[in-house]
């Protein structure tokens, strides 16, 4: 039985059927892309389409919001089944990695490479399509959040000092790389820059959360 999810509650905070009217790309469904696309979808994003190629892990199961079911599945399979269990939109969910693929409205990167993220940015760099572009990093408690503005110089230029190549990064141990209150919390952060963007209000353009010290830093 369909059912349709009633927004009364968050009106005077986001009115979805007024404001959430652009399409949204995830690229990435782990850590932070799961929770971020369920979040989404709970709170009204009409249009969603999430592009990741991977299958889930047992790895996967305590830091991303997939079943023990889901295991074997692709990821943005199982992530469509769970957005319709809970009453959300069904995503277009497309089982493999970005690359080329057309790109418009709000764009949130949620991959786990400098790599990735410098190709993304080459894409979504410069492109009108692109209304804002949405980068989050994760490691072990610390999140960090980057809203752009594609085609604003300055935006651009902010943005670039934060990319540097894969063999500069410092790499948390394998056991300290995720845990399931950050994944929550950073898909929060991404969903708060959404609806500032949709209502027109002022984004941060950097945010950095330290859980283990409750620092917070905004720029």
């Known amino acids: 039985m369909a ?31 799961s929770p971020t696309v369920l979040a989404l979808s709970k709170m009204g994003v009409g249009d969603i389409t999430v592009y990741d190629g991977d299958t889930i892990e047992n790895h996967n199961l305590p830091n991303q919001v997939y079943r023990c079911e889901d295991i074997t599945k692709n990821k943005v399979d199982a992530l469509t089944e769970i957005c319709e269990s809970f009453g959300a939109i069904k995503i277009k969910g497309h089982a493999e990695h970005f690359t080329s ?59 670039e000092r934060t990319l540097y190549d894969d063999d500069k990064a410092i790499e948390a141990p ?15 952060l991404i969903c708060n820059q959404v609806k500032k963007f ?7 353009q950097e945010i950095i959360f330290d859980l283990k010290t409750m620092t917070l830093l905004t720029a």
């Open 3 to 33: 059912v349709k999810l009633d927004y009364w509650r968050q009106l005077d905070i986001l009115d979805p059927n007024k404001e959430l009217t652009d399409p949204v790309t995830v690229i990435g469904a782990g850590g932070i892309g």
């Open 101 to 159: 693929q057309p790109i418009h409205g709000i764009v949130i990167s949620g991959v786990d490479s400098m790599e990735s993220r410098k190709a993304i940015w080459e894409r979504v760099k410069f492109n009108p399509s692109v209304k804002v572009y949405i980068e989050a990093r994760m490691g072990a408690e610390v999140c960090r959040l980057y809203t752009v503005n594609t085609c604003s110089p300055s935006e651009i230029k902010m943005y």
């Open 174 to 188: 394998c056991t300290a790389q995720a845990v399931i209150y950050n994944v929550f919390m950073i898909a929060g």
């Open 198 to 204: 949709a209502k027109g209000e002022t984004v941060n």
